[in-house]
Nanobody
Framework: QVQLVESGGGLVQPGGSLRLSCAASASIFSFSFMAWYRQVPGKERESVAEITSGGFTKYADSVKGRFTVSRDYAKKALYLQMNSLRPEDTAVYYC?????????WGQGIQVTVSS
């Protein structure tokens, strides 16, 4: 089984930045799709930033221009650079990856944007 472990979350003030990391136990070359999702209490989990094996990216309208998703093949990691953070970005963020053998999710990590 593939394990995905998120890190880098925490408390940050509005306007601040955080970089989330997702460490994979398998080569990320094997994933056709990787993404960051987020979820707040009482709401459905939503896609924040996606990246395909070909390097195409897609962002939720609410984070365009502020968030950047990237990969490091050597480190087997997916990243989410979050800038100009807003209180509404507060959520549990999840890393996900898909490959022929299955779909995988991390356990989630809390990001809180508050003054």
């Amino acid at each position: 089984q593939v394990q995905l472990v998120e890190s880098g979350g925490g408390l940050v003030q509005p306007g601040g930045s955080l970089r989330l990391s997702c460490a994979a136990s398998a080569s990320i070359f094997s994933f056709s799709f990787m993404a960051w999702y987020r979820q707040v209490p009482g709401k459905e989990r939503e896609s924040v930033a996606e990246i395909t094996s070909g390097g195409f990216t897609k962002y939720a309208d609410s984070v365009k221009g502020r968030f950047t998703v990237s990969r490091d093949y050597a480190k087997k990691a997916l990243y989410l650079q979050m800038n100009s953070l807003r209180p509404e970005d507060t959520a549990v963020y999840y890393c996900t990856a898909k490959r022929i053998q299955g779909d995988y999710w991390g356990q989630g990590i809390q990001v809180t944007v508050s003054s």
